[in-house]
């Protein structure tokens, strides 16, 4: 038998992505109420390189899916979702998107409270520790208040109600559920390994990381804000899958309630058409799984196997 593999998804405009082992497949509805597909292999040197086994450096794979895999997605189904009959899925302006998204929320997000607790010293004294610990919870607020946000805008609304058909869908996968809308709608709407709750995690568990830095110069202390982002990030992914394998035990069910709690505001209740979507998009990449299997099982010495049982 197989190795169990963890498959992953995003919401996106009027659609969805999955990402497998090797594959990622994205379903997205055009005008026409149409389902437009389209996958492709996964970058070898990305998600099957050693670094990807490694614990506490694989969490680059999640930075990877959320920032260019990601946007990347995003922007295909943007296109596809306004009517383009070429939609592209790279290209010079994906990768500009994804380099200016990038430094933006590095800006807000990391940068900003930084420079606001340096603009707080200028008049109150304060100690180091009293200093990482406003910093943390301006960070997190930025982070709350940009998610509550959003929520109020139409089509934010629809992509967290496709978001929350991912997760629908996923769910019924790994429970063995018929993946038909009107059973897949009766699963569950959050999920333990959800994208919003890793963002939450990365805010809680920087506060810790920064702390370590000290009170060095205030050039330092940026460069430490951008640098230490893939360390912050491979201990919240360590933390998100054990506490995934582990979440009936009561302890553990504390420390995961905020990040469950926290998709509340990232999901809604999706209608059966997002369902077909979602579904849509986890058959195609379930099918060029099996395809990549049956293919390899073809080589000599290779015994056919299916893909591993599902997971997140």
Not at 98 to 124: E, M, Y
């Amino acid at each position: 038998m197989s190795k169990p593999f963890n498959y992953g998804g995003q919401a996106v405009i009027e659609g969805v992505m999955m990402r497998g082992r090797k594959h990622m497949a994205v379903a997205v509805r055009n005008p026409k109420g149409e389902i437009v597909l389209h996958s492709e292999p996964l970058n070898p040197r990305i998600y099957s390189s050693f670094i990807n086994k490694v614990p506490f450096l694989r969490g680059f794979t999640l930075l990877w899916d959320a920032l260019v895999l990601g946007m990347r997605t995003l922007m295909f189904s943007a296109e596809v979702a306004m009517g383009e009959e070429e939609a592209e899925f790279s290209g010079p302006v994906a990768w500009g998107t994804v380099a200016f998204s990038l430094l933006l929320a590095i800006a807000i997000f990391f940068v900003s409270p930084l420079l606001l607790i340096s603009l707080i010293k200028q008049f109150v004294d304060v100690s180091i520790l009293v200093q990482h610990l406003i910093e943390g919870v301006v960070r997190l607020a930025l982070f709350l208040g940009y998610v509550w946000g959003i929520g109020f805008l139409a089509e934010i609304k629809r992509v967290f109600g496709y978001h929350g058909a991912e997760h629908k869908a996923i769910n019924a996968y790994e429970q063995g559920v018929e993946l038909v809308p009107e059973k897949v709608a009766q699963c569950s709407i959050v999920h333990p390994r959800c994208g919003t709750a890793f963002l939450l995690i990365v805010m809680v568990i920087s506060i810790f990381v920064f702390a370590l830095v000290g009170d060095p110069p205030l050039w330092l202390k940026i460069a430490s804000r951008i640098v230490l982002i893939p360390v912050i990030a491979g201990i919240a992914y360590e933390f998100l899958k054990f506490s995934a394998a582990h979440q009936k035990n009561p302890i553990m069910k504390l420390l995961i309630a905020p990040g469950l709690a926290l998709q509340g505001m990232t999901t809604r209740e999706p209608d059966l058409s997002m369902l077909e979507v979602s579904i849509a998009a986890l058959k195609k990449l379930l099918a060029e799984e099996q395809l990549a299997a049956e293919v390899k099982a073809t080589e000599p010495g290779e015994a056919l196997t299916a893909p591993g049982s599902a997971g997140r």
